[in-house]
C-alpha cells in the first residue's frame, strides 16, 4: 500500500496565471470545433460589441489561424515557442477548455445556436476528464484511508519527499456519498495539463493505461509542478500521468518526487479548482440564457455534466490529508467528516492508484493553500441555489453554501486599504505542517500568505489574479445583490480605475504588484481595517487578456447598482474595450509585442543547492522518449531539445549567446476569450447605453471599389475619419448586410456569388458610440465563371517553402509566394512532391499545384502571400518551389 500511496504527495501546482508569451506559427484545426463561422448567421441580439465579438469568434474558430488541434482540441496559444505555466503553446490546460465554454455561452446568448457549447463541453469529456481505463483502480479506493502522507519542501532540492505512515490522515467525507450517487468509483474531473501534440511522446493517451510513445498522434496527459513553492516553470521535469516506466528511470518518473521502498506502475491526475468552477460558472448562465430565449431543454444535459463536476469539485473544498484547521505539526487532529473542510476553493485536488487491475489501491487528496485569485462565488451560489446545479449528492448544496459564505469572507479578509486582494492562506505552514510564526495572521484556523503555493514569481505578483477573482464576485454582486460582494467591489473599483490609463493611441493597466504587511486576524463579527496591509502597483502594460478580465469586472459592478462610481466603472470598461479594439486588433485577434527577458533561463543549470535550475538528484539519470538525458546538471532545454527546431527558436539563441531580449507577439486561447466574451457582455449589461454624447457619424467611405475573381468579389475602400475613432465597417450587396470588419481593415472578400451576374455593393462606417455613416456610392461588379480568373504569368514571382512544426508521422508547412516587379496576378506554385493534404489554407491545392484564394490571388509587385498547411508523413526539405 505505500508505494500506491507514493504519488498521495505530488502536489501539482496546476495552471499557475501565465506572465507572458512568443510567436510560433498557427497551426491546423479540428474541423467540428474550429469550423469557420457560418456565412449568415441569425442574431437574438445585436449591437457594436456584438459585431466586434462575433468579429473575433470568428476569428477564433478560423481554422487558418491555428487556435484549434486537428482534433478539435485549444491549444493554450496559436505560437508553439511559449514558456510560462504550460512549458509549451501547443499544450492545453483545463483553464483553456473552461475559457472555451464561456466563449460559446456568449454565443449562444447572442444566436440562440448552443450546438457549440454543448460540442465544447464534449470534447471537454472526451479529451481532458480521464476514462475507465485511464483510472483502472478506483474501485480499491478506501475514504477511511485516502493516502499516505508525505511532506512538501521549498526547494525542490529536498526532494524525493519520503512517505511517512506515521503521520494520521483523515476520513474523506466525500468519496462513499459520490459513489453511491453516481454508481462509479471514478471522478469526474478534469486534469489540468495535456501535451495536444504529443511533443514530449509520451503517449498517456484518453481512453489507454499504457503509454503509447512517440508514435501516438493524439493528445497525452502529462505533468510537471511536483516539487514544492520555489520549482519554477523553469525547474520542472515533465512526466507522464500514466507512468509505467516505459520512459525515465528506473523507476520511471516517481522517485523523483516521493521516496519509497518500492515502486508500482501507477496513474495519477491533478485538478486545477478554478477551471472546473469556471466551467460550472459559464454552465450557469447558458442555463440562464438559455431559458430566457425558451430553449432550456438545449443545455439540458449539459448543465447535468456541470453540476455532476461541481459534486466532485467539493475535494477542492478540504485539507490535503483531511487535517482539521489549525495544524501546526504531523501530530495535529485528523478529520473525521466536516471538520477537515477548509470550504476554499484551494489549489489541486489530485487522485490516483495503481495500473495493476490484479493488485489494486487508489488515492485522494485535497489541498492545504488556497489562493483567493482561484475563489468562485458565482460558482459557489449556483451549486447551492439555482435547482439545475445543485447536485444531487445529499449534502453537496449545504457544502456549497458554506463554501459561499467562506469565500466571500476571504475577499473581506484580504482586501488591504488601497483596495486591492492579498494572497491566500494555508493549513500547512511549509507544507509539512510545520510550527507557525506566531504572529502570522489567521483566517478559520489558516495562516495568511502572501504568495501562497509558488514563490517563482511570486504568486500575487500579476494582476490577473484580481482579474480572475474579483469578476466573479462581481458577476455575484450583478445577479443576486449580494451586500458583500458589493462592499468589496465599492473599495477594488477606484483602487484599479485610479491605475488604467487610456488615450486615443495608448492605454496600460497595472502588471506587477508587490504587497507589504500582513491583514488582520479575522474576526467575523467584528472585521478589522487591515491597516498593517499594503499594496502598491510596480509595473504596467497590456495584457489584453487581464485587461479584459478587468473590464467585465468594472461592467459587471456597473449593471448592479447605482450612482457616480458604477457609471464611470462603465466608462472605463467601454473605454479600455474600445481601446482594445482599436489598436491591438490584429488578424488572429487582439495582442500586443511582449519582451521575454525570462527567457535567458532556458538554458540555466543549478549551480547550488538553493539556485535556480532543474534538480536531479546526483546518481539519477534517466531518458526522455525521445532520448534527451535526464541528470544532474540539465537544463530546462536540455530535458525539451525539440524547441531548437521551431521557427523562432533563433529569437532566443540569439540572446542566449548575448544578444537583447526577444519580443514576441502571443495569441492565447484564454485572452482572446477575456476579450471576446467582455464584448458580449458589454451590449447584454447596457444595449444602447454607450456612456459617451457622441452623436457625430464618421465621414462616408470613399474610394469604393469592387473586383470580381471568378464568383467572388473584393470591395475596398478609404478609411473614414470620426470625431472620436472609427470602430468597423459594414458590406452590404444589394442592399442586404453580407459582412462587418473592425476599423483596421478597408476590404472584404464576397465570396461563393453566382457566376456571371451583376451586383452592386456599399459601405458604411460605424464609430464607439455606435453611430453609423450614410452608404457610400453603390459601385456594381459582374462576377466571372466559375474557373475565372487570369492566367498565371510565367516569371511573375518566387516562392519558399519551409517546416513551421513537425511531429511523429506529420508536420505543418509554410508557403511564402512574393511578386515580381510586374505583379503576379493568378500566380501558381508546384506544390512539394507528394503533398496530400485537406487541411490547408491561403490557397487551393489541385492536381500537385496551389494557387491563390479569393483575397490573395492577385499580387501587386514585392506583395506577398502566406499558404499554410498540415500533412501526414515527413516534411520536404525548405527551400524555392517553382511558381509562375
Known amino acids: 500500500m505505500a508505494a500506491g500511496a507514493a504519488l498521495a504527495a505530488l502536489a501539482a501546482l496546476a495552471a499557475a496565471g501565465p506572465t507572458a508569451a512568443a510567436l510560433g506559427a498557427p497551426g491546423a484545426s479540428g474541423p467540428a470545433a474550429a469550423a469557420a463561422a457560418p456565412a449568415e448567421r441569425t442574431l437574438l441580439v445585436d449591437g457594436e460589441y456584438t459585431q466586434r465579438f462575433l468579429e473575433l469568434y470568428d476569428k477564433i474558430h478560423d481554422p487558418a489561424n491555428g487556435y484549434f488541434s486537428p482534433q478539435g482540441i485549444p491549444y493554450h496559444a496559436v505560437e508553439t515557442l511559449m514558456v510560462e505555466a504550460p512549458d509549451y503553446g501547443h499544450e492545453t490546460t483545463s483553464e483553456a477548455y473552461s475559457f472555451w465554454l464561456w466563449l460559446e455561452t456568449s454565443y449562444g446568448q447572442v444566436t440562440g445556436d448552443w450546438e457549440p457549447f454543448n460540442h465544447a463541453w464534449d470534447t471537454l469529456e472526451q479529451y481532458m476528464i480521464p476514462t475507465t481505463e485511464n483510472q483502472p483502480t478506483n474501485a480499491a479506493y478506501d475514504p477511511a484511508k485516502p493516502a499516505t502522507y508525505a511532506p512538501e519542501f521549498d526547494h525542490p532540492s529536498r526532494y524525493p519527499s519520503p512517505l511517512d505512515t506515521g503521520v494520521s490522515v483523515g476520513r474523506d467525507p466525500i468519496g462513499a456519498e459520490l459513489e453511491s450517487t453516481y454508481g462509479t468509483p471514478e471522478v469526474y474531473g478534469m486534469h489540468w495539463l495535456a501535451d495536444v501534440d504529443n511533443v514530449y511522446g509520451f503517449g498517456a493517451a484518453p481512453g489507454s493505461s499504457e503509454l503509447l510513445g512517440p508514435d501516438h498522434e493524439g493528445t497525452s496527459y502529462i505533468n510537471t509542478f511536483q516539487r514544492g513553492p520555489q520549482e519554477s516553470v523553469w525547474e520542472t521535469v515533465p512526466q507522464p500521468s500514466i507512468d509505467d516506466f516505459s520512459y525515465g528511470g528506473e523507476n520511471g518518473y516517481l522517485d523523483l518526487f516521493t521516496g519509497d521502498a518500492s515502486y508500482a506502475e501507477q496513474w495519477k491526475y491533478t485538478n486545477a479548482p478554478d477551471a472546473d468552477a469556471r466551467a460550472v460558472e459559464a454552465a450557469y448562465w447558458a442555463n440562464k440564457f438559455a431559458a430566457e430565449q425558451g430553449q432550456p431543454e438545449a443545455v439540458a444535459d449539459t448543465v447535468g455534466k456541470a453540476s455532476k463536476m461541481g459534486d466532485y469539485l467539493r475535494y477542492a473544498l478540504f485539507d490535503k490529508y483531511f487535517k482539521t484547521p489549525g495544524c501546526e505539526s504531523t501530530s495535529c487532529p485528523a478529520g473525521t467528516g466536516r471538520d477537515s473542510a477548509h470550504y476554499l476553493l484551494s489549489w489541486y485536488y489530485a487522485w490516483g492508484g495503481a495500473l495493476d487491475t490484479a493488485s489494486p489501491w487508489a488515492w485522494r487528496i485535497g489541498s492545504s493553500h488556497a489562493h483567493f485569485g482561484y475563489q468562485n462565488p458565482m460558482a459557489a451560489w449556483a451549486l447551492s441555489n439555482d435547482p439545475d446545479l445543485e447536485p444531487a449528492s445529499p449534502t453537496a448544496s449545504d457544502d456549497w453554501a458554506a463554501s459561499l459564505d467562506r469565500q466571500l469572507e476571504l475577499f473581506q479578509w484580504l482586501q488591504a486599504p488601497e483596495g486591492g486582494i492579498a494572497g491566500g492562506a494555508t493549513n500547512s505552514w511549509e507544507g509539512h505542517y510545520a510550527d507557525r510564526p506566531d504572529d502570522v495572521a489567521t483566517f478559520y484556523g489558516m495562516a495568511y500568505q502572501e504568495a501562497p503555493v509558488y514563490h517563482d514569481p511570486p504568486s500575487n505578483q500579476w494582476m490577473g489574479m484580481q482579474g480572475w477573482g474579483v469578476e466573479r464576485i462581481a458577476q455575484l454582486y450583478e445577479e443576486t445583490g449580494d451586500a458583500r460582494a458589493g462592499a468589496v467591489l465599492d473599495k477594488w473599483v477606484p483602487w484599479v480605475i485610479d491605475h488604467i490609463t487610456i488615450t486615443d493611441d495608448s492605454w496600460q493597466i497595472p502588471s506587477n504588484l508587490a504587497w507589504s504587511g500582513q491583514p ?365
Open 520 to 884: 488582520d486576524d479575522w474576526d467575523a463579527a467584528d472585521p478589522g481595517d487591515n491597516a498593517g496591509l499594503s499594496v502598491e502597483v510596480t509595473g504596467y502594460g497590456q495584457d489584453v487578456g487581464v485587461a479584459g478580465a478587468l473590464a467585465r469586472s468594472l461592467m459587471y459592478y456597473a449593471a448592479g447598482g447605482e450612482g457616480e462610481q458604477h457609471a464611470q466603472a462603465q466608462q472605463v470598461a467601454h473605454d479600455l474595450l474600445d481601446a482594445i479594439w482599436t489598436q491591438n486588433s490584429d488578424p488572429l485577434g487582439v495582442a500586443t509585442t511582449e519582451t521575454r527577458a525570462d527567457y535567458s533561463r532556458f538554458d540555466d543549470v543549478l549551480t547550488s543547492a538553493d539556485g535556480d535550475g532543474v534538480y536531479v538528484p546526483e546518481g539519477w539519470t534517466g531518458t526522455m522518449p525521445n532520448g534527451d538525458e535526464i541528470g544532474a546538471g540539465a537544463s530546462f532545454l536540455d530535458l525539451r531539445s525539440f524547441y531548437t527546431d521551431d521557427p523562432q527558436w533563433q529569437k532566443v539563441q540569439d540572446h542566449l549567446d548575448g544578444g537583447p531580449a526577444p519580443e514576441f507577439t502571443y495569441h492565447r486561447f484564454w485572452a482572446q476569450t477575456a476579450v471576446a466574451t467582455a464584448l458580449a457582455d458589454y451590449d447584454r449589461l447596457f444595449g444602447e447605453d454607450v456612456p459617451t454624447d457622441d452623436t457625430t457619424a464618421p465621414s462616408v467611405p470613399q474610394g469604393v471599389t469592387a473586383t470580381a475573381d471568378g464568383t467572388s468579389v473584393q470591395v475596398t475602400w478609404s478609411a473614414s475619419t470620426d470625431d472620436t475613432r472609427v470602430t468597423g465597417y459594414q458590406v452590404s450587396r444589394d442592399g442586404e448586410v453580407v459582412g462587418s470588419v473592425g476599423a483596421a481593415a478597408t476590404s472584404f472578400v464576397d465570396e461563393g456569388l453566382e457566376p456571371e451576374t451583376a451586383y452592386s455593393y456599399t459601405v458604411t462606417a460605424r464609430d464607439a458610440a455606435g453611430n453609423v455613416s450614410a452608404a457610400s456610392a453603390p459601385v456594381s461588379v459582374t462576377t466571372g465563371p466559375d474557373d475565372g480568373g487570369p492566367d498565371p504569368t510565367d516569371g511573375a514571382c518566387t516562392a519558399v517553402y519551409s517546416t513551421t512544426n513537425s511531429w511523429s508521422g506529420g508536420y505543418q508547412g509554410q508557403i511564402v509566394v512574393t511578386a515580381g516587379d510586374d505583379g503576379a496576378p493568378g500566380w501558381a506554385v508546384t506544390a512539394p512532391a507528394g503533398l496530400s493534404t485537406t487541411n490547408l489554407w491561403g490557397g487551393v491545392l489541385s492536381g500537385g499545384t496551389i494557387t491563390g484564394a479569393a483575397w490573395n490571388a492577385d499580387l501587386a509587385a514585392g506583395a506577398q502571400a502566406t499558404v499554410g498547411f498540415v500533412a501526414n508523413g515527413t516534411s520536404p526539405a525548405d527551400g524555392p518551389l517553382p511558381c509562375s
